[in-house]
């Protein structure tokens, strides 16, 4: 049983938790992810390490409420417990000897992304960070990612802050001005990172992806996260999540995650309407 020490809503559908796990945080990396579960009838889900304290001993997750398991979550409260918290799992996003790197940002995805750049700013790295909402009201880590980047751009699809466009829009911006990256590292939706991925493969820049938008089950059994890297079959879980962007063929990766959405929403239904149920007897 794990401690929720802190909860804080970031936007209307996104929560950041901090949980008592002080072997975890002891250990964690950023790129990472641990398996959670909210009770003992609850399913397992991997989530992303947003953020840790090793003398703490806490593990930041930032969550989004899209389904039946985030939406109990997130009727978790401060000082109650989850019944199971387990990690860290998966490859470390490797940052080691990059002078100047580009860190894109998509969504929720940004809670993945910052911890990324955390770590290579406290290496001396030079970060510009570039990140996507669809507006203004969905913004999350604003002032984290400024405290850690040399240079932050914040884009919107409909201008309501920052600037109004695409992240890759900003991205061609930069590299056109001549800025030059050692790497450039995305994580955001699928659709959003596949762009990304085809514009440095224009200019030749290294490029890495995180894929754990597709992970299911974290650990390679259900095979719900395979995807072709290269022509090669890996597993996000376990192989990665990071991988080569230029690598990856994410049409068919796309594919496969679109097969669970009708299963989530309807999970997600029924979730609400139960809690619903509880909230009218409270």
């Known amino acids: ?30 790129g990472q992810f641990i398996i959670l579960r909210v009770d003992e009838e609850g399913e397992r889900i991997p ?41 860290p799992l998966g490859q470390p996003t490797h940052t080691e000897g990059l002078k100047k790197v580009a860190v894109v940002g998509g ?39 400024q405290s850690v980047s040399e240079k ?17 829009d900003a991205l061609r ?20 990172m596949k762009f990304v991925a085809a514009l440095t493969k224009e200019f030749g820049i290294p490029t890495v992806v995180s894929m754990n938008p597709i992970m299911i089950d974290g650990t390679g059994m259900c095979g719900g996260c395979r995807l072709t890297v290269g022509g090669q079959t890996k597993f996000a879980c376990v192989d990665g999540p990071d991988f080569d962007g230029h690598q990856v063929d994410f ?3 796309m594919a496969r995650a679109a097969m669970y959405k009708d299963f989530e929403r309807r999970a997600f239904d029924a979730a609400c309407n139960l809690f619903k149920g509880v909230d009218s007897h409270a």
């Open 47 to 87: 989530l992303t390490i947003a953020d840790f304290d090793r003398e703490q001993g806490t593990v930041t997750i930032i969550f989004q409420i899209v389904g039946a398991t985030t939406e109990k979550l997130n009727h978790k409260q401060e000082g109650d417990y989850l019944q199971d918290f387990v990690g």
């Open 173 to 192: 911006q930069f590299i056109d001005s001549g800025e030059q990256y050692d790497k450039v590292i995305a994580v955001g939706p699928l659709i959003m």
């Open 251 to 253: 049409d068919e990766a």
């Open 152 to 168: 932050y751009v914040l884009m919107t699809d409909d201008g309501s802050a920052g600037e109004k466009g695409l992240v890759t």
């Open 1 to 30: 049983m794990n401690l929720i020490r802190k909860k804080r809503a970031l936007n209307p559908t996104v929560t950041l938790m901090e949980i008592d796990a002080p072997l975890i945080a002891k250990k964690a990396q950023p």
């Open 107 to 145: 969504g929720v995805g940004c809670a993945i992304a910052y911890p990324v750049a955390k770590k290579l700013h406290e290496q001396g790295c030079e970060v510009h960070s570039i990140v996507g909402f669809r507006n203004e009201d969905l913004i999350i880590l604003k002032e984290e990612f």
